[in-house]
């Protein structure tokens, strides 16, 4: 009998033991009393704050301070800045070795997650380009006008970017003193773009992160295909758009999120007529690309409200060819890429050459809408684990015929 007790007063003293080592593990997790422990060892600058004047200067991979200022990095390990003259475009950094050089301090870093100081937030924005403060009209390299100005589409106020076009966009051999092989182009287009951007962390994970561009493309375009253009595939780049940093704040973590749009016209085809068309009208496109920690990454893209016309066409010879305005969008955080979505919307036109029995020439030919999407995100964004590129290949392409016809020749 006393052996019996004894045994059951250990099982007694064991399982007391086990739940009060799993109640100090849950305890010791609190996720206030970490996020506490982070701001302990985090350094956070701001344009009210004196320390940003010990700032010299910031860099890749070190900011440099004045060594003889108020600033204590002793037990610290993390930097972190909203917009700041010095660092337009903040910083997020967790700091690897401190180095005193002559009135200097050198510290060395590391890119860091706002996950790493965090332990709960979520941030969710809409931003529709609307606040951008431009001195002077925007020229592309070729000499084009980028023309900026906002206007209001179902309630809202949005930015809009229009690139004017009047010249060759290709020339096969380089040289435009021969007019035999080339693409002109006269007109406009212009892109009205949105972003749709959210992010929400829990126990120092990311839960759920979304990046949705929707944009609307306007064109108004004349296209003179000249007779032997050969089989080609040209990407003009037409502009790059920076968008100024906004910052906005994850409980007391500053964010600082920068977006640009690149703008380029892409042409390709196999061409061996003259042909003379255009294209007007508008068209709406939404694209990006969403992670859900239950499932995993997927992608986001529609079109809609399509409403091309194309110009008459007309042709000498059998003819394959497109072109297409291609919007992609960047957004940095802290100055560092983090995810992108290349978008493209265009016109194609095919027309096949015959004859028929009665020894008459005519092109059958028909044109349609294209559109296409890529995207990428950066290893590691909000320490997400084996998050890979995934820019490189067209994640979803579509076409629309639109309208068909014959060319008597």
Not at 36 to 60: A, C, M, Q, R
Request: charged share 20%; with cysteine; net charge negative.
């Amino acid at each position: 009998m006393k052996k019996l007790l004894f045994i059951v007063t250990c099982i007694v003293l064991f399982l007391a033991s086990c739940s009060d080592d799993t109640s100090g593990e849950l305890t010791s997790q609190n996720p206030s009393s970490q996020e506490e422990d982070k701001k302990e060892v985090t350094v956070v600058f701001d344009e009210s704050s004196n320390l940003i004047e010990s700032i010299v200067s910031v860099e890749e991979n070190k900011i440099v301070f004045k060594k003889d200022s108020e600033l204590n990095l002793k037990g610290k390990e993390y930097l972190v800045a909203g917009q700041l003259s010095v660092a337009p475009n903040g910083f997020l950094r967790k700091i690897t070795s401190v180095i005193e050089e002559g009135n200097k301090i050198i510290v060395e870093t590391e890119m860091a997650e706002v996950t790493d100081l965090m332990p709960e937030g979520n941030l969710d924005v809409i931003y529709n380009y609307d606040n951008m403060d431009l001195k002077r009209p925007l020229t592309t390299d070729k000499g084009d006008l980028v023309s900026y100005n906002t206007a209001m589409t179902k309630g809202a106020n949005l930015g809009t970017f229009t690139i004017s076009l009047n010249r060759v966009i290709f020339d096969a051999d380089g040289n435009h003193s021969t007019t035999h092989d080339q693409i002109k182009a006269n007109g406009s287009f212009s892109v009205q773009p949105s972003l749709d951007f959210g992010v929400r962390f829990h126990w120092w994970q990311l839960q759920e992160f979304r990046t949705i561009i929707t944009s609307k493309k306007t064109a108004n375009l004349d296209l003179i295909w000249s007779h032997s253009v050969p089989l080609f595939k040209h990407s003009i780049p037409l502009a790059k758009i920076p968008l100024p940093p906004v910052t906005f704040w994850i409980g007391w973590v500053p964010v600082v999120i920068t977006n640009s749009v690149n703008v380029t016209l892409d042409a390709n085809g196999s061409v061996n007529a003259s042909i003379t068309t255009g294209v007007e009208g508008t068209v709406t496109l939404k694209e990006g690309i969403r992670y859900n920690r239950g499932s995993g990454w997927n992608y986001i893209h529609d079109a809609y409200d399509l409403g091309f016309r194309f110009k008459p066409i007309s042709a000498t010879v059998g003819f394959d060819a497109s072109v297409a305005l291609n919007g992609e969008f960047e957004t940095m955080f802290y100055g560092v890429l983090g995810v992108g979505i290349g978008a493209n919307a265009g016109f194609y036109v095919n027309g096949t050459y015959y004859i028929d029995t009665d020894l008459v020439s005519y092109i059958e030919w028909f044109a349609g809408f294209r559109a296409g999407m890529q995207a990428f995100a950066r290893a590691g964004l909000f320490g997400i684990p084996g998050l890979n590129f995934t820019w490189g290949y067209p994640i979803w392409s579509q076409s629309w015929p639109i309208t068909e016809g014959q060319i008597m020749l």
